[in-house]
C-alpha cells in the first residue's frame, strides 16, 4: 500500500512565523505535490518537485517555498504565515496512473 | 497547460435520482482524464480513470472528444454517494485538478 504522511493533522501558528509542512512517502515516486483546499476554490496547487532538488511553481505560489532534499520527502515552507494561509493542505506523490494523497494538515494561523 | 474545467461547485440530488458531474477539458491530444472522490474525513483518492474504461461504485465516465467532455455519471445515486468530486487532466507531472463539485444525496 502506497503511504503518503504528513507530519501533522492539525497546527495552529502565529501571524508571521515561520512553519513548516512535512510530506513524506515510501513507494519511491518521482512527482510530489502540495496544494490548499479551501471551500469553494477547490483543490489548488501550489508547488510542485519532479526530482530530488527540482521544484516548480503551482498556480498559488506566492508566499510559499519548498524544499525536497531526499525523493521521499517534501516540504512546503510558509516564510512569514499570514492568516489568509489558513487552510487545509495536502501533500501527493504520483505515478502517471494515479496521485496519492496525505490525510491532510489543517493549517491556522491566528 | 492542460486544463479541465468543472462548471459546477454543488450539486444536490434525492437518493436514486440519476446523478451527473460536469467536466470540460480544454487541450489537443488524446487525453487521459481521471475522477478522484473525497469522503468525509477520507483522504482525497481516484475514483476511475479514463483508460481502464471501467466502473467503479456504479459510476462511469465517457471521453466525449467532440465536447472535449468526460462527464461522471450514476443512474442511481446512494446516500454514501455524498462527497467532493474532483476531475484531473493526465498528469503530465503538473497535476492541476478542477475546482471541485460538492454532491449531496439526500433520502
Known amino acids: 500500500d502506497v503511504k503518503v504522511t504528513q507530519s501533522s493533522r492539525y497546527l495552529v501558528k502565529r501571524t508571521g512565523e515561520k512553519v513548516f509542512l512535512e510530506c513524506v512517502q515510501d513507494m519511491d515516486h518521482e512527482n510530489m505535490f502540495w496544494y490548499r483546499q479551501d471551500p469553494g476554490l477547490g483543490l489548488r496547487l501550489i508547488y510542485f518537485?519532479?526530482?530530488?532538488?527540482?521544484?516548480e511553481k503551482g498556480d498559488i505560489p506566492e508566499g510559499y517555498s519548498v524544499s525536497r532534499e531526499k525523493k521521499e520527502r517534501f516540504s512546503l515552507i510558509l516564510e512569514s504565515a499570514s492568516t489568509n494561509q489558513t487552510s487545509m493542505y495536502l501533500c501527493?506523490?504520483?505515478?502517471?496512473?494515479?496521485?496519492?494523497f496525505g490525510q491532510g494538515t489543517r493549517l491556522t494561523v491566528v | 497547460a492542460q486544463r479541465v474545467t468543472q462548471p459546477e461547485k454543488l450539486l444536490s440530488v434525492f437518493k436514486g435520482a440519476p446523478v451527473e458531474l460536469k467536466c470540460n477539458y480544454s487541450?489537443?491530444?488524446?487525453?487521459?482524464l481521471f475522477w478522484y472522490v473525497q469522503y468525509s474525513r477520507q483522504r482525497l483518492q481516484l475514483l476511475l480513470r479514463h483508460i481502464s474504461r471501467e466502473s467503479i461504485k456504479g459510476f462511469t465516465a465517457d471521453l466525449n472528444k467532440g465536447e472535449t467532455s468526460f462527464h461522471l455519471k450514476k443512474p442511481f445515486a446512494q446516500e454514501e454517494d455524498s462527497a467532493m468530486y474532483y476531475c484531473?487532466?493526465?498528469?503530465?507531472?503538473?497535476?492541476?485538478f478542477g475546482a471541485g463539485t460538492t454532491v449531496t444525496v439526500r433520502a
Open positions: 484531473a487532466p493526465p498528469n503530465d507531472y503538473k497535476l492541476s
Open positions: 518537485s519532479y526530482d530530488v532538488k527540482m521544484k
Open positions: 487541450y489537443s491530444g488524446s487525453p487521459e
Open positions: 501527493a506523490s504520483s505515478l502517471p496512473t494515479e496521485a496519492f
